[in-house]
T-cell receptor, first 115, second 115 residues
Framework: DARVTQTPRHKVTEMGQEVTMRCQPILGHNTVFWYRQTMMQGLELLAYFRNRAPLDDSGMPKDRFSAEMPDATLATLKIQPSEPRDSAVYFC?????????????FGNGTRLTVT | AQKVTQAQTEISVVEKEDVTLDCVYETRDTTYYLFWYKQPPSGELVFLIRRNSFDEQNEISGRYSWNFQKSTSSFNFTITASQVVDSAVYFC????????????FGTGTKLQVIP
């Protein structure tokens, strides 16, 4: 059963440190999404890619967040420097090509705590 | 822009009761897709169902049923004879035809089924 894999599952870091979260989409999927979940804001879309090209990253704080897809099997989300308000669960999701009505497949998330 | 509203923040029911989770959506697109996802306490997001905007037929899957009404822009989810395992946060979500699978989520409804 193909799955989206996210690492690490948990990350505790101090304010000011760099955080890198990784995602391996399902093989063959060409759209990749990063969502952030907090109690206050719910599920927010941060950025998404299609065929490795960024389509929209308007949901991301540009000064500290960056998202990339170095290759088709890896997506990264970096925060530098991290702040306590970045504490959240970050989900990666992927979708198959050409199927606009397909449900997204989510990873198990990275729970980030910034102290 | 798309919007999904789940007015019920939390619902508690006693096991075996029926419960309906409400979802109201907004979009100007004529072709769109509606989804329900389940997030159990373990944290992963599990896809439950998808409906296309041109298919208003209601659907039943075991104890789950979905009522899609375009006239009221609603896509409600009913669990019949609820069980403790149904305890989770349920998200209603929307994507549009040319949105490259970009999904807009509601804020979720936390369902607690009490034994």
């Amino acid at each position: 059963d193909a799955r989206v894999t996210q690492t690490p599952r948990h990350k505790v870091t101090e304010m000011g440190q760099e955080v890198t979260m990784r995602c391996q989409p399902i093989l063959g999927h060409n759209t990749v999404f990063w969502y952030r979940q907090t109690m206050m804001q719910g599920l927010e879309l941060l950025a998404y890619f299609r065929n490795r090209a960024p389509l929209d990253d308007s949901g991301m704080p540009k000064d500290r967040f960056s998202a990339e897809m170095p290759d088709a099997t890896l997506a990264t989300l970096k925060i530098q420097p991290s702040e306590p308000r970045d504490s959240a669960v970050y989900f990666c999701a992927s979708g198959p090509p050409g199927q606009y009505n397909s449900p997204l497949h989510f990873g198990n998330g990275t729970r980030l705590t910034v102290t | 822009a798309q919007k999904v509203t789940q007015a019920q923040t939390e619902i508690s029911v006693v096991e075996k009761e029926d419960v309906t989770l409400d979802c109201v959506y907004e979009t100007r697109d004529t072709t769109y897709y509606l989804f329900w996802y389940k997030q159990p306490p373990s944290g992963e997001l599990v896809f439950l169902i998808r409906r296309n905007s041109f298919d208003e037929q209601n659907e039943i899957s075991g104890r789950y049923s979905w009522n899609f009404q375009k006239s009221t822009s609603s896509f409600n989810f009913t669990i019949t004879a609820s069980q403790v395992v149904d305890s989770a946060v349920y998200f209603c979500a929307l994507s549009v035809e040319w949105g490259y699978q970009k999904v807009t989520f509601g804020t979720g409804t936390k369902l607690q089924v009490i034994p």
